[in-house]
């Protein structure tokens, strides 16, 4: 079944509602608009809603920082997490960090900064959208958690590439095999000028063929083959750079 709370409520009907929703634990889909920061405010304990397959959250405030519970991990079927609402949930949000064990997850609709927080996001091998990834040298968070995302598709931007050492830790990311993607934004940290690494590591990043949209930002190194005397991107349509300064060759 669904359920869906819709409009202003004060603390009152808040509690009312948390002891009538803890009644049905067999729903499938629960949409709820926020009046406070906690979800506890209005679900008593989410995981005991193993059945859940679509949750929707919405702020009543664009103040709200909203605060979700590790026990959302405990969803191991859900497949649509929305909190994608008009204003970004607060800076301060964070994400749970087993949020990963949610295996089962297609779509993750949310703002971009909280993409980039998902911690060993490689688990969730079934995701259609990643919007952003930004690298760090924690296993977690290594370029290789790309590697069995193969669903992807849409736009996806690869934030952090300074911290790829090499051409064979770049193509962990499999990027030349994800055929969904259309769009592909690739970012160096301006300052980072080993031009010898970031040349390899670009070497290593080579997307799909039917890629329609490339971006390249702080790139210090040459122009990889795959753009240059190779080419194969017959299906591009817009190639933005920017900061590449070292690159003398560019395609046909």
Not at 138 to 147: D, H, N, T, W, Y
Request: hydrophobic fraction near 40%.
């Amino acid at each position: 079944g669904t359920v869906m709370l819709i409009g202003r409520y004060d603390s009152k009907f808040s509690q009312a509602f948390r002891d009538k929703l803890d009644e049905f634990r067999a729903i499938r889909v629960l949409k709820l608009e926020m009046m406070f920061d906690g979800l506890g405010s209005l679900v008593c304990n989410l995981a005991a809603f193993i059945h859940l397959r679509y949750l929707e959250l919405r702020a009543a405030y664009a103040t709200s920082n909203l605060q979700l519970p590790e026990s959302l991990s405990k969803l191991y079927h859900l497949e649509v997490l929305d909190i994608n609402i008009r204003h970004n949930w607060g800076s301060r949000t964070e994400l749970p960090r087993g949020l990963s064990n949610l295996v089962n997850l297609r779509h993750f609709l949310a703002f971009e900064n909280l993409h980039t927080k998902i911690a060993a996001v490689g688990k969730l091998k079934f995701l259609q959208e990643l919007k952003a990834f930004k690298v760090r040298k924690k296993k977690e968070f290594s370029i290789a958690q790309l590697r069995t995302l193969m669903e992807l598709r849409g736009s996806l931007k690869i934030y952090g590439l300074e911290n790829v050492e090499t051409k064979e830790e770049a193509m962990l990311a499999r990027l030349k095999d994800k055929v969904h993607l259309s769009n592909l934004h690739l970012s160096w940290e301006k300052g980072q000028d080993n031009i010898a690494s970031h040349t390899i590591v670009l070497e290593g990043l080579q997307p799909h063929t039917t890629l329609k949209c490339l971006r390249i930002d702080g790139h210090r190194g040459a122009a990889p083959k795959w753009l240059t005397t190779e080419f194969p991107l017959t299906s591009l349509r817009s190639l933005h750079l920017e900061g590449c300064q070292n690159w003398v060759a560019l395609p046909p």
